[in-house]
């Protein structure tokens, strides 16, 4: 499974950036998609996840400015990052739980990483 995240770069403190990323390869089913990220010096965290079937959850940090989104028929997961702040800096890695066939259990994978840069 490859997962091809884009959509990284630079950005003023306020403005708006969007990840995408999509997942393809050996896939018989997904249970949720969605983004961590990790600044220098600290460790990875969730930023935000979109579980098939279920209700979306953010890092406290992030919730009322990034927002996230899917297309499961495309195995697609969107974050869509709004008022950022330097704070917001790091490298930023989709995931997807997938499993190949029905009776496998779902494994993690996770794209190249984006960075995002917040200037201020």
């Known amino acids: 499974v490859q997962l091809q995240a884009s959509g990284g770069g630079l950005v003023q403190a306020g403005g708006s950036l969007r990840l995408s990323c999509a997942a393809s390869g050996n896939i018989f089913s997904v249970s949720a998609m969605g983004w961590y990220r990790q600044a220098p010096g600290r460790q990875r965290e969730l930023v935000g996840d979109l579980p098939r079937g279920g209700l979306t959850t953010f890092a406290d940090s992030v919730k009322g400015r990034f927002t996230i989104s899917g297309d499961n028929a495309k195995n697609t997961v969107d974050l869509r990052m709004n008022s950022l702040n330097p704070e917001d800096t790091a490298v930023y890695y989709c995931?997807?739980?997938?499993?190949?066939?029905?009776?496998?259990?779902?494994?993690?994978?996770w794209g190249q990483g984006t960075l995002v840069t917040v200037s201020s």
């Open positions: 995931y997807a739980s997938v499993r190949h066939t029905a009776i496998r259990p779902y494994i993690h994978y």
